[in-house]
C-alpha cells in the first residue's frame, strides 16, 4: 500500500460521530472523473441481471459479490481515502466478507408502498438473533460509495436512526404507520462514502426524484466471521499484493489464519507496524 493513504485515518471527530452515532459521512472519497466509468459497469451489471430476478423496471435490485465482476472494482477495496478509517475502526485481522451494489430506479408517482414503515434493519442477520449482549458486538461495518447524489430527500436517500447501534431494540412507535421519530435521510453526494456501523438501524429510502440512485457497499469484517457472499474473487488473487489477499480471504495457515491468524495471514498488520502505526 502507499504509505500516503497514512494522511486519511480516521479523525477525532469521524471516531466520535462513529461511536456516538454509528456513521459518518467522507465528502469527495472518489473523485469525478471516476464515477462514469463506475456508473457504467453497475449499468451492465444491472442490465445482465435485472431479468433473472423476475424484477421490472421500478424495483430496486440489490446484486450481491459485484466485487469479481470487473477490476474497476477492485481498488475501491484499500481506497486510500477510505480503507485506513476501516482498520483504524476494526484493527488489522480484517477481510471484505460482503459486497452489494444497489439500484433503486424511480417510483411511479401513483405506485403505493406496500408498508407505511421503511424496511429499518440491522446488518448480518442470525448474528442479530445468536449472539447475547445490549448492544451486541460490532464485529463489522460497511463503506457505501455513492455514484448519485442524495443531497435532496426522496431520491431514495440511506435512511439511519442516529445512535441506534447502542440499543438492540430502537423503540419504533406501537403505531406501524408512523416512523421512528429520530430517523432521518443521509444526504450524500455523488462521489461521498457513508460508513455505518453494522448495528446501526438504517433503511433504504423511496425514490421519487427523476434519477435512479447507486450505490455500492462494501463490507469489513474479522477474519473469523464467513463471508456473506460467495466471493468469487480467487482470478484476482495471484496479482494482488499481500494486503490485498489478506481482504480478498487468503489464509495461508488455512482454519487457523481466520480464527488464530499469524502475521503470514494478516500482512496489514506488519505494513501497519513496519510504518509506526
Not at 248 to 277: C, I, M, Q, Y
Request: hydrophobic fraction near 35%.
Amino acid at each position: 500500500m502507499d504509505p500516503t493513504c497514512l494522511n486519511y485515518i480516521l479523525t477525532d471527530q469521524e471516531r466520535r460521530q462513529f461511536e456516538e452515532d454509528g456513521y459518518f459521512v467522507v465528502k469527495e472519497a472518489l473523485p469525478r472523473d471516476m464515477i462514469p466509468d463506475l456508473t457504467t459497469t453497475i449499468d451492465r451489471i444491472d442490465d445482465e441481471m435485472r431479468p433473472q430476478l423476475g424484477n421490472g423496471p421500478h424495483d430496486s435490485c440489490n446484486h450481491f459479490d459485484f466485487i469479481g465482476k470487473s477490476d474497476i472494482f477492485l481498488d475501491l477495496l484499500d481506497w486510500p481515502k477510505t480503507f485506513p478509517k476501516v482498520w483504524d475502526i476494526l484493527g488489522a485481522r480484517i477481510q471484505l466478507y460482503h459486497s452489494h451494489v444497489i439500484v433503486t430506479p424511480p417510483r411511479p408517482q401513483d405506485l403505493e408502498p406496500q408498508s407505511a414503515r421503511l424496511g429499518w434493519h440491522q446488518d448480518s442477520g442470525r448474528l442479530n438473533i445468536e449472539l447475547e449482549g445490549d448492544p451486541r458486538p460490532r464485529v463489522s461495518l460497511k463503506v457505501g460509495f455513492f455514484l448519485t447524489s442524495t443531497l435532496e430527500p426522496d431520491r431514495g436517500n440511506f435512511h439511519v436512526i442516529p445512535g441506534s447501534h447502542l440499543h438492540n431494540d430502537p423503540g419504533f412507535p406501537e403505531d406501524e404507520t408512523l416512523e421512528h421519530p429520530d430517523a432521518i435521510p443521509v444526504l450524500a453526494d455523488a462521489g461521498d462514502a457513508v460508513f455505518f456501523d453494522r448495528r446501526l438501524w438504517h433503511a433504504a429510502g423511496r425514490n421519487y426524484s427523476d434519477v435512479t440512485r447507486k450505490v455500492m457497499f462494501y463490507g469489513y469484517s474479522y477474519r473469523w466471521l464467513k463471508p456473506r457472499d460467495n466471493m468469487t474473487v480467487a482470478h484476482y488473487m495471484q496479482r494482488s499484493d499481500p494486503v490485498r489477499r489478506q481482504l480478498l480471504g487468503a489464509s495461508p495457515n488455512g482454519g487457523f489464519g481466520f480464527t488464530s491468524p499469524s502475521d503470514e495471514d494478516v500482512p496489514l498488520k506488519t505494513w501497519l507496524e513496519r510504518h509506526s502505526v
